[in-house]
């Protein structure tokens, strides 16, 4: 069964940043690809970015030209550096992973951490 262990929100003011990590564990499977979305209250959970495991990345457009999408592929693991943050990114961040099982892939998510951006 596949894990993610997310670490990195907090509480950081108006043109901060963060660095948010996530990493993958539970055995050997194939990732077709990792990334964040992120849910505000009242609101539907939606993509921040996301990096297949080619290396295409894609991201919201809220977030381009502030947040950058990273993977470790040795480690599993993928990092969201996320620079200038505005009151409005602050959510509850989630890692996902779609794990390739052909012919589709399975989702994973992991249990959210916390961003909270002070104005």
């Known amino acids: 069964q596949v894990q993610l262990a997310e670490s990195g929100g907090g509480f950081v003011q108006s043109g901060g940043s963060l660095r948010l990590s996530c990493a993958a564990s539970g055995g050997i499977f194939i990732i077709y690809s990792m990334g964040w979305y992120r849910q505000a209250p009242g609101k539907q959970r939606e993509l921040v970015a996301r990096?297949?495991?080619?290396?295409?990345?894609e991201y919201a457009d809220s977030v381009k030209g502030r947040f950058t999408i990273s993977r470790e592929n040795a480690k599993n693991s993928v990092y969201l550096q996320m620079n200038s943050l505005k009151p409005e990114d602050t959510a509850v961040y989630y890692c996902?992973?779609?794990?390739?099982?052909?012919?589709?892939?399975?989702?994973?998510w992991g249990q959210g951490t916390q961003v909270t951006v002070s104005s």
């Open positions: 990096i297949t495991n080619g290396g295409s990345s």
């Open positions: 996902n992973l779609e794990k390739l099982v052909i012919p589709t892939t399975s989702t994973y």
